[in-house]
């Protein structure tokens, strides 16, 4: 039996070996076999992560390619990290992966002849850099898989070459990603010149010979942009809903379930393993400015959320909304928050997974995502009705689902720091979970009256898609409800498995140590972990404050479909005041997500000028 | 050492940054975000830059020659080749935008939006 730091590049390098073989398999089987090597080869990947997440503990794995160690501090080799969060993240990842490859088994009509391989190939090299990026300790390689995880998503956004509209928003998607790429690899060059180091844990040790200055913050930035463009932090998000708008639901599935998830792991890791200590950023600047950024990237996720008649930039919206919440929660820095965020993060990919796989069936049944020209139609499919019902309560924070569970670690840990936090994820919970129902009343039950088209300038409406799969005569095929119900079995129970909640907090710990994991890079004896371990129970803070987001929810998509009756006064009122909203504060809003590349560019400048003046007034 | 090559580096992913804004073709927008690339290969080739040192290739001088740093030159073209792939894509997503709605001008793609 191998050593398990051997085993560590595995996560990597089975799945590239799979695309290889997939692509060449694809011209020689038939599409079943293809599918099931497929599906068999991802399987192989979870149990190969399970396993190492039973062998990793409570410690870490280190692993040097090419046996290139590391010699009195000093390393040219490339080393690979894996704790419990970086693997159970990978590991989360190739559970989506496996749901998604099943969920696929049948969605697209027949591949071209000899190409029948191409897109599970694709969706293996993703995993590949999914993973690598999860489990990679060193920053330039970080930077690697993130441009292959990125290129591979850029191909999958528009793999529909056929359509317009997937080209326009792959092409948005490509050109922001990459640019934040590159300006991270000019960060990562100055933190090569400072210290001589391409290691995080090394980078981080080497920085602590010289005070912060202007270098460091300027490195710090735009490290930082890659990771937060990635995450989809306001005003970095503008290419997030146009590529979820138009990618294949398949893809939607593993974008929003756990590619930008690994964005806001990114920040954190690269915060804490090379930034944290001293000679880095303050934990005080990291912390107010993320806070802030979470707190806005929250809002306007929620806000723009509501906004939404096209079903996949709803879905794609409230992922923001949750973004921002995670990094909120992230930016507090002790393990409680870590704790929440992770089995916030767990419990979400599940949910939005499901209600991503739920709109590929109507998307197959009607060719359509509108909520307005979708009213009613959903009526036949019973099951699917029911699951995106239970998609949006959990959404909402409905105990016992995972989302509900970490929401209550998140807001009773963020309670600790700031009264009147809880209260911006009750609010962000609610809107995002009410819109989903608000949607699913419609489209499934034909609730209410018909909603009227609204003549804005400023609307995606999602009718006329084009149907990704060519045969409306035939029946929706199983998977395609059964997949999204597992996962949503899934959620369940990372909320009521306690086993799952001990394992998170315990990793969040260990993923908080910057001294531990320096130590463990450099082969030495680690400080014993001082800090307690957080509690991830079910608390009756928590559960109310979880129906209470559930029932605001509720409360706001019934509001929505079935309007309240002008005769009374104080709904008179609220419609006054709402229309005043919408067209003083929501209106601008809609208007900057204008689809044009050059404003998302320009934004994104705007965005990292403004992060560099905020933190070089702190430091 | 100078700093002469970070302030270049500086200016060309600024030129890089102000073409992507105000282009009026995808190709040449494409062809921007490669211009903002090229300042990642003059800020690393600047900061393994030695004064007096040659090519960190040992196969016809003494090991004790001073040669430039050979990590920088690993990671520029690693670098290369990732942002190579990046842009044959971009651009091949642009011949298919032009085949699809016959423009190359990104003011005129507005599906997108709200």
């Given at each position: 039996?191998?050593?398990?730091?051997?085993?560590?590049?595995?996560?990597?390098?089975?799945?590239?070996?799979?695309?290889?073989?997939?692509?060449?398999?694809?011209?020689?089987?038939?599409?079943?076999?293809?599918?099931?090597?497929?599906?068999?080869?991802?399987?192989?990947?979870?149990?190969?992560?399970?396993?190492?997440?039973?062998?990793?503990?409570?410690?870490?794995?280190?692993?040097?390619?090419?046996?290139?160690?590391?010699?009195?501090?000093?390393?040219?080799?490339?080393?690979?990290?894996?704790?419990?969060?970086?693997?159970?993240?990978?590991?989360?990842?190739?559970?989506?992966?496996?749901?998604?490859?099943?969920?696929?088994?049948?969605?697209?009509?027949?591949?071209?002849?000899?190409?029948?391989?191409?897109?599970?190939?694709?969706?293996?090299?993703?995993?590949?850099?999914?993973?690598?990026?999860?489990?990679?300790?060193?920053?330039?390689?970080?930077?690697?898989?993130?441009?292959?995880?990125?290129?591979?998503?850029?191909?999958?956004?528009?793999?529909?070459?056929?359509?317009?509209?997937?080209?326009?928003?792959?092409?948005?998607?490509?050109?922001?990603?990459?640019?934040?790429?590159?300006?991270?690899?000019?960060?990562?060059?100055?933190?090569?010149?400072?210290?001589?180091e391409l290691g995080m844990a090394q980078t981080g040790a080497a920085l602590a010979g010289h005070r912060t200055d202007a270098l460091v913050v300027t490195a710090f930035v735009l490290v930082m942009a890659s990771m937060l463009v990635k995450s989809a932090a306001v005003p970095f998000h503008f290419w997030l809903p146009d590529a979820h708008a138009v990618a294949p639901t398949p893809v939607c599935m593993l974008m929003s379930g756990v590619m930008v998830e690994l964005g806001v792991y990114g920040t954190l890791r690269i915060y804490l393993t090379v930034f944290a200590g001293p000679g880095g950023v303050p934990a005080a600047a990291f912390t107010h400015t993320l806070a802030v950024l979470g707190a806005l990237t929250a809002l306007t996720g929620a806000v723009m959320c509501w906004q939404q008649r096209h079903l996949k930039r709803l879905l794609a919206f409230s992922t923001i909304g949750h973004v921002g919440l995670w990094l909120l929660g992230l930016s507090l820095l002790r393990p409680q928050d870590t704790a929440g965020a992770a089995l916030y993060i767990t419990g979400h990919a599940g949910v939005k997974a499901a209600l991503f796989g739920l709109t590929g069936v109507l998307l197959d049944r009607h060719g359509s995502v509108d909520e307005y020209g979708l009213f009613g139609r959903g009526r036949d499919s019973r099951a699917a009705g029911a699951l995106f019902v239970a998609g949006g309560l959990a959404l909402a924070g409905l105990p016992p689902f995972g989302t509900a569970l970490g929401k209550a670690v998140a807001e009773h840990a963020a309670a600790e720091r700031a009264g009147w936090l809880p209260a911006l994820y009750v609010l962000v919970s609610a809107l995002t979970g009410g819109a989903v129902l608000r949607a699913a009343l419609r489209v499934f039950y034909g609730a209410g009256v018909v909603p009227e088209p609204s003549h804005s300038d400023v609307e995606t409406s999602g009718d006329a898609e084009e149907p990704e799969v060519r045969d409306p005569q035939r029946p929706v095929p199983r998977t395609m409800t059964a997949v999204p119900a597992l996962l949503l079995l899934g959620a369940l129970a990372v909320g009521v498995w306690p086993g799952v909640g001990r394992a998170l907090g315990s990793a969040a710990r260990t993923f908080g140590d910057h001294a531990g994991y320096l130590a463990d890079v450099q082969g030495t004896a680690a400080p014993a972990l001082t800090t307690a371990l957080p509690s991830t129970d079910w608390t009756l803070t928590g559960v109310l404050l979880g129906v209470l987001s559930t029932a605001l929810a509720a409360v706001l998509a019934a509001c929505a479909v079935w309007r309240p009756d002008r005769r009374f006064a104080a709904a008179r009122g609220a419609r006054t005041l709402a229309a005043w909203g919408d067209r003083r504060l929501v209106l601008p809003l809609r208007r900057l997500h204008s689809g044009l590349l050059g404003d998302y560019v320009t934004w994104l400048t705007v965005g990292l000028a403004a992060l560099l003046i905020a933190l070089a007034a702190q430091t | 050492m100078s700093i002469l090559p970070f302030l270049a580096a500086g200016w060309i992913l600024l030129a890089g940054i102000y073409g992507m804004v105000t282009s009026r073709n995808l190709v040449h927008a494409v062809g921007c975000l490669a211009v903002a690339q090229s300042s990642t290969y003059v800020l690393l080739l600047g900061v393994g830059f030695r004064r007096g040192g040659t090519a960190p290739v040992f196969s016809d001088i003494p090991t004790r020659t001073p040669v430039v740093d050979p990590v920088v030159q690993a990671l520029v073209l690693t670098d290369i080749v990732v942002g190579t792939t990046v842009t044959a894509l971009l651009l091949s997503l642009v011949i298919q935008i032009r085949k699809r709605t016959g423009t190359v001008d990104p003011e005129d793609l507005t599906e997108l939006r709200g």
């Open positions: 039996m191998p050593s398990t730091a051997d085993l560590l590049p595995l996560p990597v390098a089975v799945p590239l070996a799979g695309a290889a073989v997939l692509v060449l398999a694809g011209r020689l089987l038939p599409r079943t076999a293809t599918d099931i090597l497929a599906t068999a080869w991802a399987a192989l990947e979870t149990a190969l992560l399970c396993l190492l997440w039973a062998r990793a503990g409570d410690g870490r794995v280190v692993s040097w390619a090419g046996g290139w160690t590391i010699h009195d501090g000093h390393s040219v080799g490339i080393v690979l990290v894996g704790d419990r969060l970086g693997i159970g993240l990978a590991l989360l990842v190739s559970v989506l992966v496996a749901a998604v490859l099943v969920y696929s088994w049948r969605y697209f009509e027949e591949p071209p002849a000899g190409h029948g391989g191409t897109f599970p190939a694709l969706l293996l090299l993703f995993e590949a850099g999914m993973c690598g990026f999860a489990l990679t300790g060193d920053l330039f390689d970080a930077f690697v898989f993130f441009e292959l995880m990125g290129v591979v998503a850029y191909a999958l956004t528009g793999y529909r070459i056929e359509d317009p509209r997937p080209l326009h928003g792959a092409l948005t998607f490509g050109v922001v990603n990459s640019l934040a790429a590159y300006c991270s690899l000019l960060g990562i060059g100055l933190l090569y010149a400072r210290t001589g | -």
